[in-house]
């Protein structure tokens, strides 16, 4: 009730203080038009705008100018089509473009080339939403906008939550967005921003990790991006779950604009305009946030104080003839700390404070890149980047007799990295394209890891290395389209690591057949490999000697068949079965056991290792969709999947995240008004998951109260499955638009029933029981943010 009651009230204060008088809100749709492979403009091409929802609209024309750019001034604010059309070019057509009068909305449209037959006169085409951005990736892949980030419930503008809707893709844990895809363990996950990897993007995050509690990335600056479960074309490499392709947007070039927003989570800020001389723009987000809110409504997030910052940015500059500069960037600063209390009758209430701790990460990536078209037919991208990632971990116990503290855990994790990347596009015809490139990575490390041995009572040191090394990564890929209706993909990809001149070459291959604009056919195939956590690699015996140096890079094949159907107007279907062999999998060296890198959550484990596992991930994949229309939209998934696997004991098991099958639906409706000059708009979404559990391995509770710690039965590893996981989130949105300014209410609320999702068991030793803890209860998300 008290969270109801705060909700509330925060709500009808919000509502009291809306000050401003509409007027006839109108705003400038602009945007530029340039051709998918080669990133040319297009001059002369015919762009055509109509209201969503009049009866029998009439189109508003333009031309783009020489720098492919059109611009519409003053449109009543509200959702337009836009229908791009080019000589010798199909057709494009973006759906539901969102006109606010708080900021000026700058479309970037890509057209594709049409391979022109002899009986063909009219080129068409039909406007496919989820079709990705990267024309190499024709299987597996869709992309995914900003305002789908903000509009799915409880996303909270976080790319990783907002996929989960995506089929064959999971949360890991409600209380970070770690994300399982297709049975993979979550730290298979590659990230890229601006065609260069990066490292994990999220606050919170762990060594060795692809996710955190909370994403470091701004919505702001975020455009429209890719997402892959498998099979990824050959640019992609280091993976072996899935992509996460990121783009950025321009700021404005015209004018300023600003947004500030604050909700639970905290403050943000953010800023865009034009460079001096007009050929360039900026764009800046600052955000400062403290969890400890959430626990002053009511929320129960422990005694811990939680705090994080991140900034982001992005500028751009043309150059004229040489070109276009942009230089990006992000920075995320993260702590979590819990003081602890020596008085031990507060344990008995709180056992949590007996464990005091420091939980430390800060992130950060710079970037310059430099863009140039030869013509009409070859375009070069040169990036050099530099990243890192600090993690420190301190954990500590408070003793009997005595209340001394004792250190459990030291850990610290410094990586940076300097990349330098140069992709190639050369499009030799409409039929023939090819993309080539060479990425050479500097990294730079200094790791330690230190951890309690109760049976010697010291700290046993499994980790301490500084130094640096290398990795290089080159690809090529080739399309050909003999029609307009036939694709072949062939690519190759290949990865060294040269710490230990462990090196992959990995074939990559797609076709893809569309007999008309409502079905399409793909097949794919890739090889894949990914580098393990580079501290694994310098686990030390007893006798102080390299155990890992020789660690292999782990491979999977992926084998995808899909077929999409487009019946209606908005409407897709798509089933998509796939087939994953691993191997070269790291397992427990010199002894058998289930152990294997496979059922790995995340972080670093120091076994001796070599590259004798395998494993199986093998499932069929069902998606329904209806693309926002009339104000309303669905997305509805299904999976059957299986993940197994192989450790060194050479037995096939269940893996941990083998959970048989995953659901989930996602929905939502908007409703507009526009009475008496004033325009809002209403949003109620709805996303709902059934997942089967996860697995565990059971634990021996006699030999671990006689341990006094956690003892599994390794023998029965992951033989328990945890019951199944089902959530409710609810996201509403109230949009005001007034005279240049736009205000939108957001409240989403995480797990609406307050469902009590069983996430795993432990052993208490101060209970000697073993005991069962819960996923997040009721999470209420509220923010406000204005647009001007």
Known sequence: MQILKLLLAFLASLLLSWPFKAHGQTQNLKGQVIDKAVRYELIGARVQVAPVNEVNPQPIGAVTDVDGRFRFPSLPIGKYHVMVTYIGYKDAVVTNVVLDAGKETDLLITMEEAVMEQKEVVITAKSVKQKPLNDLSLVSTRTFSVEETRRFA????DPARMVTSYAGVVAADDGNNHIVIRGNAPNGLLWRMEGVDIPNPNHFSSAGTSGGGISILSAQLLSNSDFSTGAFAAEYGNALSGVFDLKLRKGNMDKREFTFQAGVLGLDAAAEGPLKGGNGSYLVN???????????????????????????????QSA?????????????????????????????????LKYPYVFQTNTGVVGLTHS????????????????????????????????????DFDAGNLQTKATL??????????RHYLRSGVYINQLYFKLRQREYDSETEKMQEYLRQDGNSQTVQAFTQWQYKPTDRVTFNLGVHALSMLLNQKTSVEPRAA???????????????????????????????????????????????????????????NLHFKAEGYYQHLFNVPVDQGIASSFSVLNVFGGLEFHAL?????????????????????????????????????????VWRDGRFDSKYASSVTAGKEWAWNKKGKNRTFGVNLKSIAVGGQKETPIDLEASQAAGEAVYREELAFTNQLPAYFRVDLGLRLKRNYKHLTTTLAIDIQNVSNRQNIGGRYFNPDTQKIETWHQAPLLPIIAYRVDF
């Open 286 to 316: 600052y955000r400062y946030s403290t969890l400890s809110l959430l626990g002053k409504i009511g929320v129960p997030l422990g005694d811990a104080v939680t705090n994080f910052q991140d900034l982001s940015f992005h500028v751009w």
């Open 511 to 569: 076709i893809q057949y569309a007999p008309n604009a409502k079905h399409r056919f793909t097949l794919g195939y890739g090889l894949h490999s990914q580098v393990m956590p580079l501290g694994m690699y310098f686990l030390k015996d007893e006798q102080g000697r390299l155990v890992n140096e020789e660690l292999d890079l782990s491979k999977a094949h992926h084998m995808v068949a899909a077929y999409d159907i487009y019946p209606g107007k």
């Open 372 to 407: 140039k078209v030869w013509g009409s037919n070859t375009h070069l991208k040169t990036a050099l980047v530099y990243s890192g990632v600090d993690n420190i971990q301190e954990g500590k116990t408070y003793e009997l007799p005595g209340n001394k503290l004792r250190l």
């Open 154 to 157: 409880a996303a909270v503008n």
């Open 421 to 430: 990347s140069t992709v190639l596009s050369h499009k030799f015809n409409a």
């Open 610 to 650: 070599n590259n004798s596992g395998k494993g199986r991930n093998y499932g069929l994949e069902l998606t329904g969709e209806q693309f926002l229309t009339r104000g309303f939209y669905w997305l509805a998934s299904f999976s059957l999947f299986r993940a197994e696997y192989q450790g060194s004991d050479r």
């Open 320 to 352: 004229g003839k040489a070109g276009s500069f942009s230089l990006f960037g992000f920075g995320g600063l993260s702590k979590q700390t819990l003081d602890g209390d020596p008085d031990s009758i507060s344990w008995v209430e709180n056992p949590q």
